[in-house]
């Protein structure tokens, strides 16, 4: 007797049902239209999630710094120097005071349109594993960048009051003809201290994402004020503190300069499609323990499924026993394997 066909969901009903399942489908249409999109506390932050990682990512500035932020006058991050900021050679701030006998004074004498960005936070407290992991996060990152999508990186933001504004760019630094309509990159960010414009929120041009170029000259300028010099297009993110803010890899965003006291923080998870070079290098790093403690998909995220990058044969033979191993966990977890024929939900 002929055996009945057996019909898996394509990763196409598949992450659609769990869309429709989370009720994010206005969200993903907000997100199809303009390249971004806030999912609201109430949906986005199970179980006061928000509060633990603020607390979480304060103590890791603690640690890196020498010195507890001052949550509520942001005065330990006001204008933070651009050396300060993890975009220079020295690694902490307490780094470069040393380094250069600095008093703080002294360190604030420029202005950073950054802050303090604190890379490689993931093994720093085990609330941004459960961020990591929240259903809500990963539905938009699967629509965006597939089943198959890995962690690029993990970053705290942390930023005090300052005066320069954060240029527009795209999270893909490549050339215009590669990039797609559909995302290769998104940045999933948590939104820990709320947004807007006078607390100094992401900026975004809405639409910007279906251009498929980056932005050039003028038009990277996010204008401090309305009618200011700079691109015309800009329009500050609205969050409440408890918010994830989505966007597509394609889209110009930066930021605008805190004009209100008090620290600005968030958690910026960045999702890159698998076959994409990370900014992290997860695989050898991730303890046992911590892969236990999760189902399958934490080790495709952590990329551990990733073989490609191998030294010599017998690495490469290591790396492809390793990724096979949690390519078909996760298959067994998830009832089927990537396949092609799925398309971009991979
Ligand atoms: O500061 C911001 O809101 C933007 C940060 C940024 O460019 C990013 O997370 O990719
Ligand atoms: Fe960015």
């Not at 009945?4 to 994010?24: C, F, K, M, Q, Y």
């Not at 005066?163 to 760019?169: D, G, I, K, Q, V």
């Not at 092609?340 to 939900?345: F, H, I, L, P, R």
Request: net charge negative; glycine share 8%.
């Amino acid at each position: 007797m002929a055996e009945a066909a057996t019909e898996t969901p394509s990763s196409r009903d598949r992450i659609w049902a769990e869309i429709v399942e989370l009720g994010l489908e206005p969200y993903i249409e907000f997100l199809d239209e303009n390249g971004y999109v806030v999912i609201p506390p109430e949906i986005a932050m199970p179980e006061g999630l928000a509060d633990r990682m603020l607390k979480a990512c304060l103590d890791v500035a603690e640690r890196r710094n020498g010195e507890r932020p001052d949550f509520e006058t942001g005065g330990s991050h006001a204008s933070m120097a651009p050396y300060e900021s993890g975009f220079d050679s020295f690694r902490t701030r307490r780094d470069r005071k040393l380094k250069l006998g600095l008093d703080k004074a002294a360190a604030y004498e420029d202005d950073s349109p950054h802050g303090d960005l604190m890379n490689s936070i993931l093994f720093e407290d085990e609330v941004f594993e459960e961020g990591l992991m929240n259903p809500v996060l990963l539905a938009i990152a699967t629509y965006l960048c597939g089943y198959s999508a890995t962690l690029s990186s993990m970053g705290c933001w942390m930023r005090g009051p300052n005066r320069s504004t954060f240029n527009l760019h795209t999270d893909m630094s490549v050339a215009d003809e590669l990039l797609t309509p559909h995302a290769l990159v998104c940045q999933c960010t948590y939104v820990l201290t709320d947004f807007d414009r006078e607390h100094g929120s992401t900026a975004v041009v809405p639409g910007s994402h279906k251009l498929c170029r980056q932005p050039v000259g003028d038009e990277c300028i996010v204008p401090a004020n309305p009618g200011d010099f700079g691109n015309p297009d800009v329009v500050p993110v609205e969050a409440k503190a408890g918010s994830i803010l989505v966007w597509h890899g394609n889209t110009w965003h930066g930021a605008y300069n805190r004009r209100a006291s008090g620290l600005r923080v968030s958690v910026a998870n960045y999702m890159a499609r698998d076959f994409m070079r990370t900014q992290e290098d997860l695989r050898d790093i991730i303890p046992q323990e911590m892969l236990d403690r999760h189902p399958p998909r934490f080790g495709i995220l952590t990329q551990q499924g990733v073989a490609a990058g191998y030294r010599n044969q017998d690495d490469g033979w290591a790396k492809d026993a390793r990724a096979e191993k949690h390519n078909a966990a996760y298959a067994k977890a998830s009832g089927q394997r990537f396949r092609a024929k799925d398309g971009v939900y991979n």
